[in-house]
């Protein structure tokens, strides 16, 4: 792919996260996600409700021109929207380019995963819900990828047990596990009993149920051992934030912190250095 391509994909990836943005504010936990009577119409500034101008539009660059306000109130628009287009742009060209630069079809997958997990943790920061449908979407790009294995193991000509962590998926694993359905059903039924159980003792209060079948979804699309990988990243994120939080008493112990972004943070990290985290850490206490 030359370098013509992967400045077509950003571009078309920042125009994705300009559609992301406008899903994620609109989305009302009662409705669907793609319900067009929500996310149809024309964009306007959410506080003085103008409709905006096509220049005013342009993923990123309206935004600094316009030094980040209206340009009718004024008033401070969010970073949010320079910030999930970027994030999207980089989806487009860091996928190909680094995890399956020979697969088209691999990478079509794992865009949709990571878009989707994006727009999982806009609307679960802002609502404090994971909805169905994308939970769904997830299991079907695992579905489709279990299959694409199964059919043609070729296709991970650069994993070794279909993992991310490549030879060192071989020290977390078990013999069982050598089917590739097997697998991601077991990371997929384990990452869900932890979260069920959280769940259950903890009465709601640490995670809510979107967050368990999320457990289940990601465990399907990542198998073992990645899916533990991405969720011990997600907790040591988690805390790490929440205990910064506390210390500058933004939160307290009552307040609740959405998931979802710190696993689907995990999901990246796994996907993206889970062999470069893995390897550092055997090397730091010199094994």
Known sequence: MTYFSYII???FGLAIGSFLNVVSIRFKPENKVFDLKNIGGRSACPYCHKILHWYELVPIISFFIQAGKCRSCGHKLP???????????LIFVFVPYILHPQSNILSIIWILAFLVLLLISLIDFRVFFVPDELILVLIFLGFILNFLFSRSPVLGIKLINHSFLLQYALVFSF????????NHLFAALAAGLFFGILFYFWKGKILGGGDVKLGFALGFLLGWPDTLMALILAFILGGITGLALMISRKKTMKDFLPLAPFLAIGV????????????????????
């Open 9 to 11: 994909l950003f571009i």
């Open 79 to 89: 970073w949010q929207y320079p910030i999930v287009e970027l994030l999207s742009g």
């Open 175 to 182: 013999s069982w596990l050598g089917n590739i359905w097997v």
């Open 268 to 287: 990246v990290l796994t996907v993206f250095f889970g062999y470069q985290i893995v390897n550092g850490y055997f090397s730091l206490i010199g094994l």
